[in-house]
T-cell receptor, first 113, second 112 residues
Framework: AAGVIQSPRHLIKEKRETATLKCYPIPRHDTVYWYQQGPGQDPQFLISFYEKMQSDKGSIPDRFSAQQFSDYHSELNMSSLELGDSALYFC????????????FGPGTRLTVT | EDQVTQSPEALRLQEGESSSLNCSYTVSGLRGLFWYRQDPGKGPEFLFTLYSAGEEKEKERLKATLTKKESFLHITAPKPEDSATYLCAVVNYGGSQGNLIFGKGTKLSVKP
């Protein structure tokens, strides 16, 4: 079965640079979530989109923005990167109006040097 | 404030030694409780969803149960390949589209 696809899988950036992470949800899933997981931490919710509209916002820094496109893929844009932004970034997708079950992608490991 | 607490933080078992992981939760209104398995450096893998007290779900050596205050993940006769971090998460009625609130996880090690 098709799963959530994330790219790139690994990304190395320097402080103050920008980064763009991409997420392709499971086909027919209309809701996308972004989570950040620091070393040894549990995933923290950043932001979600339903039918291309922002639906929920969590602990996302103002330096980050995201959007969902007409084909339902989503991009997380991160600017003025800081050392503390180094983490695993996961995208998850679900089908709205259903079970709230979220299926996660393999993640993007971002390292800021 | 909505909160999810998992115990123990780490659990070491011998192969075949059954045990249980605990997830206690405090939420304004529970839409669903979820169990995930996560291997190092990988995305959480969905295991179970539980919606109401008394509900049980099973998959191979795993069985999840739910009460009004907590959930248990029972592992029967575990194998080394069951070693992973098990995450519990809830969705409450506060979030409009169901963002997950995670516990810190239980790191399970099963020795042969």
């Amino acid at each position: 079965a098709a799963g959530v696809i994330q790219s790139p899988r690994h990304l190395i950036k320097e402080k103050r640079e920008t980064a763009t992470l991409k997420c392709y949800p499971i086909p027919r899933h209309d809701t996308v979530y972004w989570y950040q997981q620091g070393p040894g931490q549990d995933p923290q919710f950043l932001i979600s989109f339903y039918e291309k509209m922002q639906s929920d916002k969590g602990s996302i820094p103002d330096r980050f923005s995201a959007q969902q496109f007409s084909d339902y893929h989503s991009e997380l844009n991160m600017s003025s990167l800081e050392l503390g932004d180094s983490a695993l970034y996961f995208c998850a997708s679900s089908l709205a109006g259903g079970s709230y079950e979220q299926y996660f992608g393999p993640g993007t490991r971002l390292t800021v040097t | 404030e909505d909160q999810v607490t998992q115990s123990p933080e780490a659990l070491r078992l011998q192969e075949g030694e059954s045990s249980s992981l605990n997830c206690s939760y405090t939420v304004s209104g529970l839409r669903g409780l979820f169990w995930y398995r996560q291997d190092p450096g990988k995305g959480p893998e969905f295991l179970f969803t539980l919606y109401s007290a008394g509900e049980e779900k099973e998959k191979e050596r795993l069985k999840a149960t739910l009460t009004k205050k907590e959930s248990f993940l029972h592992i029967t006769a575990p194998k080394p390949e069951d070693s992973a971090t098990y995450l519990c998460a809830v969705v409450n009625y506060g979030g409009s589209q169901g963002n997950l609130i995670f516990g810190k996880g239980t790191k399970l090690s099963v020795k042969p």
